[in-house]
């Protein structure tokens, strides 16, 4: 004899409104028990357990809403900016160090800005960057921090190489239009115009050269 699955009929199924899920989010975000969660809507703890898998919410543990006390105590808020200055020690490049420890399922430790981002965000993707959109590499606010790829972390920067790839044209004034660019495999660019130019001045240097040695 075989187990037969009873499906709640659909005209006693909860539906879900947005004031309900907002409730579900907020009990997620704060960590919650699901019971309470599941009281405050009018649901069984199932219903909400299938609700936040549907919306992709993940429950916060004890450990992150302590990882995220210990980023509150540690940070001073800048109002004017809205960056959470790192009240720690900093590494040499200006970033945010700190014995904070990783967030639930995390493995090693991390930069103080991306465990941040990892508490309020959620996962950074494989091989991806941190970008500051601020500037402001002891900043440790989410909301001012970007996943990126590597090289577009570095097309943002401050490096003489960065600034350049930004430009839209040569030394010499040139546009760097699609019809004016020599491009390159490692991502680097050259003014066509500047190029043959470069290459009709060799090509009379070395007429000249050889018209004085046969002279």
């Not at 430009?167 to 239009?177: E, K, M, N, W």
Request: proline share 6%; hydrophobic share 35%.
């Amino acid at each position: 004899m075989t187990a037969t699955a009873i499906r709640t009929p659909a005209k006693f199924r909860h539906v879900w409104l947005a004031q309900h899920d907002d409730l579900l989010r907020s009990g997620y975000r704060n960590g919650d028990p699901v019971s309470d969660i599941a009281r405050r809507i009018g649901v069984t703890n199932r219903s909400v357990h299938g609700r936040a898998r549907s919306l992709g919410i993940a429950h916060t543990s004890q450990r992150d809403r302590d990882l995220k006390g210990k980023i509150f105590a540690a940070t001073i808020p800048v109002p004017w900016s809205g960056c959470w200055l790192w009240a720690g020690a900093v590494n040499s490049s200006g970033y945010a160090i700190g014995r904070l420890g990783t967030p639930s399922g995390a493995r090693g430790s991390d930069r103080v800005h991306r465990t941040a981002y990892k508490l309020f965000c959620g996962d950074i993707p494989s091989g991806y960057e941190i970008d500051h959109l601020c500037r402001v590499r002891s900043c440790v606010n989410p909301e001012h921090l970007e996943p990126v790829t590597p090289i577009e972390n570095w097309r943002r920067g401050n490096a003489p190489s960065a600034k350049a790839s930004r430009r839209d044209h040569c030394i010499h004034g040139h546009p760097y239009a699609p019809d004016n660019l020599y491009l390159f495999k490692d991502g680097s660019r050259a003014c066509r115009i500047c190029v043959l130019a470069r290459g009709r001045l060799r090509r009379e240097a070395r007429r000249m050269a050889a018209q004085e040695v046969t002279a």
